[in-house]
Protein backbone atom coordinates (compact mmCIF):
# COMPACT_ATOMS: atom_id res chain seq x y z
CA UNK A 1 0.00 0.00 0.00
CA UNK A 2 1.39 3.48 -0.74
CA UNK A 3 0.97 6.61 1.05
CA UNK A 4 1.12 10.01 -0.06
CA UNK A 5 1.00 12.75 2.42
CA UNK A 6 0.94 16.48 1.07
CA UNK A 7 1.52 19.75 2.47
CA UNK A 8 2.22 23.34 2.00
CA UNK A 9 -1.61 24.66 0.80
CA UNK A 10 -3.06 28.02 2.47
CA UNK A 11 -4.30 31.41 1.63
CA UNK A 12 -2.58 33.72 -0.24
CA UNK A 13 -3.61 36.47 -2.31
CA UNK A 14 -4.34 36.87 -6.61
CA UNK A 15 0.12 37.02 -7.72
CA UNK A 16 1.18 35.00 -5.31
CA UNK A 17 2.58 31.79 -4.91
CA UNK A 18 2.59 28.38 -2.80
CA UNK A 19 4.92 25.26 -3.00
CA UNK A 20 2.57 21.94 -2.46
CA UNK A 21 4.96 18.85 -1.40
CA UNK A 22 3.98 15.16 -1.53
CA UNK A 23 6.12 12.58 -0.10
CA UNK A 24 5.26 8.88 -0.77
CA UNK A 25 5.79 6.13 1.43
CA UNK A 26 6.70 3.46 -1.27
CA UNK A 27 10.55 2.59 -1.59
CA UNK A 28 10.15 1.80 -5.09
CA UNK A 29 10.19 5.03 -7.09
CA UNK A 30 10.89 3.88 -10.26
CA UNK A 31 8.52 3.88 -13.47
CA UNK A 32 5.75 5.68 -11.29
CA UNK A 33 3.99 8.82 -12.35
CA UNK A 34 2.66 11.10 -10.00
CA UNK A 35 1.14 14.44 -10.21
CA UNK A 36 -1.13 16.83 -9.19
CA UNK A 37 -4.80 17.47 -9.74
CA UNK A 38 -7.28 19.95 -8.07
CA UNK A 39 -11.27 19.84 -7.13
CA UNK A 40 -12.72 23.21 -6.18
CA UNK A 41 -16.42 22.79 -5.10
CA UNK A 42 -19.21 21.43 -7.81
CA UNK A 43 -17.08 20.93 -10.65
CA UNK A 44 -14.97 17.35 -11.09
CA UNK A 45 -10.68 16.70 -10.33
CA UNK A 46 -9.22 17.84 -13.24
CA UNK A 47 -5.31 17.21 -13.92
CA UNK A 48 -3.09 19.97 -13.12
CA UNK A 49 0.52 18.43 -13.92
CA UNK A 50 1.80 15.09 -13.63
CA UNK A 51 5.83 14.02 -13.89
CA UNK A 52 7.16 10.47 -14.94
CA UNK A 53 9.42 9.26 -11.50
CA UNK A 54 12.12 7.40 -14.13
CA UNK A 55 12.80 10.32 -16.65
CA UNK A 56 10.10 11.33 -19.29
CA UNK A 57 7.91 14.33 -20.15
CA UNK A 58 6.26 16.40 -17.52
CA UNK A 59 2.82 17.52 -18.75
CA UNK A 60 0.84 20.70 -17.37
CA UNK A 61 -3.40 21.90 -17.91
CA UNK A 62 -2.81 24.84 -20.22
CA UNK A 63 -4.75 26.77 -17.07
CA UNK A 64 -1.39 26.63 -15.21
CA UNK A 65 1.34 26.69 -18.05
CA UNK A 66 4.09 29.02 -17.64
CA UNK A 67 2.59 29.41 -13.72
CA UNK A 68 3.37 26.23 -12.59
CA UNK A 69 6.52 24.06 -12.26
CA UNK A 70 6.39 20.16 -10.98
CA UNK A 71 9.72 18.88 -9.95
CA UNK A 72 10.82 15.44 -8.09
CA UNK A 73 13.80 14.88 -5.64
CA UNK A 74 13.76 10.90 -6.16
CA UNK A 75 15.87 10.59 -2.85
CA UNK A 76 13.22 11.98 -1.05
CA UNK A 77 10.46 10.36 -3.10
CA UNK A 78 8.93 13.92 -2.88
CA UNK A 79 7.55 15.69 -5.63
CA UNK A 80 6.83 19.33 -5.46
CA UNK A 81 4.52 21.65 -7.19
CA UNK A 82 5.29 25.58 -7.31
CA UNK A 83 2.46 27.77 -8.21
CA UNK A 84 3.44 31.56 -9.05
CA UNK A 85 1.10 34.49 -10.17
CA UNK A 86 -1.54 32.62 -8.51
CA UNK A 87 -5.34 33.08 -9.98
CA UNK A 88 -8.43 33.86 -7.93
CA UNK A 89 -9.75 30.44 -9.76
CA UNK A 90 -6.76 28.22 -8.30
CA UNK A 91 -8.45 27.71 -5.79
CA UNK A 92 -9.62 24.28 -4.67
CA UNK A 93 -8.65 21.26 -2.87
CA UNK A 94 -5.16 20.11 -4.59
CA UNK A 95 -4.19 15.94 -4.14
CA UNK A 96 -1.64 14.55 -4.66
CA UNK A 97 -1.58 10.85 -6.66
CA UNK A 98 0.80 8.36 -7.84
CA UNK A 99 0.19 5.51 -10.79
CA UNK A 100 2.02 3.06 -12.50
CA UNK A 101 4.08 4.50 -15.97
CA UNK A 102 1.59 3.62 -18.68
CA UNK A 103 -2.26 3.82 -16.80
CA UNK A 104 -3.35 5.40 -19.79
CA UNK A 105 -3.72 9.09 -20.94
CA UNK A 106 -1.52 12.02 -18.09
CA UNK A 107 -4.99 13.84 -17.35
CA UNK A 108 -7.19 11.17 -16.61
CA UNK A 109 -7.94 10.43 -12.85
CA UNK A 110 -8.68 6.44 -13.56
CA UNK A 111 -4.94 6.21 -13.83
CA UNK A 112 -3.89 7.17 -10.61
CA UNK A 113 -5.09 4.68 -8.15
CA UNK A 114 -3.38 6.21 -4.99
CA UNK A 115 -4.20 9.70 -3.72
CA UNK A 116 -3.04 11.77 -0.89
CA UNK A 117 -5.78 13.18 1.50
CA UNK A 118 -5.98 16.79 -0.40
CA UNK A 119 -4.79 19.91 0.77
CA UNK A 120 -6.41 23.36 0.13
CA UNK A 121 -5.10 26.33 -1.42
CA UNK A 122 -7.47 29.16 -1.79
CA UNK A 123 -6.77 32.27 -3.49
CA UNK A 124 -8.31 35.66 -2.82
CA UNK A 125 -8.22 38.58 -5.19
Known amino acids: QVQLVESGGGSVQAGGSLRLSCAAS????????MGWFRQAPGKEREAVAV????????YYADSVKGRFTISQDIAKNTIYLQMNSLKPEDTAMYYCALGVRYGGAWYLPSGFPYWGQGTQVTVSS
Open 51 to 58: IYTSGGPT
Open 26 to 33: RSSYNNYR
